[in-house]
T-cell receptor, first 111, second 114 residues
Framework: GENVEQHPSTLSVQEGDSAVIKCTYS??????FPWYKQELGKRPQLIID?????GEKKDQRIAVTLNKTAKHFSLHITETQPEDSAVYFC??????????FGAGTRLTVKP | SAVISQKPSRDICQRGTSLTIQCQVD?????MFWYRQQPGQSLTLIAT?????????ESGFVIDKFPISRPNLTFSTLTVSNMSPEDSSIYLC???????????FGEGSRLTVL
């Protein structure tokens, strides 16, 4: 089955700096790669996703890149703000609806 | 996007008892899933709740411990049976509105077993 690894487990940045979180996956059949943000005590919510036919996707300060050959994808947050502080999860799934999550990255943005 | 209601939102239970968590969606969905999130951990898939047939369980989870019902396309229940303190966790219901697409999560049910 799919195995998703995520790094780093914790990340601390100064407000205004960029943050990068990286994930690798094992199943070459995976074709959908979402990123979820989970604030303390809240449900996980999708912030951006990418499909395997696309190499990069951007939404304002958030971007995701995908390298299918190397089986890794990354989340980039620019101009970080304190409200970006949360736990971020990457995930990978295929058409069999089998979504697997990474271990999570706790991002802290210091004002 | 789907609106998912879960209850109870939290409960404190005694060892050896069972608790049933309900998940109600505001629209008909084909795929419903149950996840477990232990304190400070990631999301682990327990099972896929299939309408009209038995749930499909992931490795490490069995029907006797986590029986699931899916009577229609908008509702599912997860029971945590014969609970022990190790079952203390957040249990999340999730749905997929389209095949291979975004998962929407309920608010979760925080279970504490004494």
């Amino acid at each position: 089955g799919e195995n998703v690894e995520q790094h780093p487990s914790t990340l601390s940045v100064q407000e205004g700096d960029s943050a990068v979180i990286k994930c690798t996956y094992s199943d070459s059949a995976s074709n959908y790669f979402p990123w979820y943000k989970q604030e303390l005590g809240k449900r996980p919510q999708l912030i951006i996703d990418i499909r395997s036919n696309v190499g990069e996707k951007k939404d304002q300060r958030i971007a995701v890149t995908l390298n299918k050959t190397a089986k890794h994808f990354s989340l980039h947050i620019t101009e970080t703000q304190p409200e970006d502080s949360a736990v971020y999860f990457c995930a990978a799934s295929d058409n069999n609806n089998d979504m697997r999550f990474g271990a999570g990255t706790r991002l802290t943005v210091k004002p | 996007s789907a609106v998912i209601s879960q209850k109870p939102s939290r409960d404190i239970c005694q060892r050896g008892t069972s608790l049933t968590i309900q998940c109600q969606v505001d629209s008909q969905v084909t795929m419903m899933f149950w996840y477990r999130q232990q304190p400070g951990q990631s999301l682990t898939l327990i099972a896929t709740a299939n309408q009209g047939s038995e749930a499909t369980y992931e490795s490490g989870f069995v029907i006797d411990k986590f029986p699931i019902s899916r009577p229609n396309l908008t509702f599912s229940t997860l029971t945590v049976s014969n609970m022990s303190p190790e079952d203390s966790s957040i249990y999340l219901c999730s749905v997929e509105e389209s095949v291979g697409g975004e998962l929407f999560f309920g608010e979760g049910s925080r279970l504490t077993v004494l």
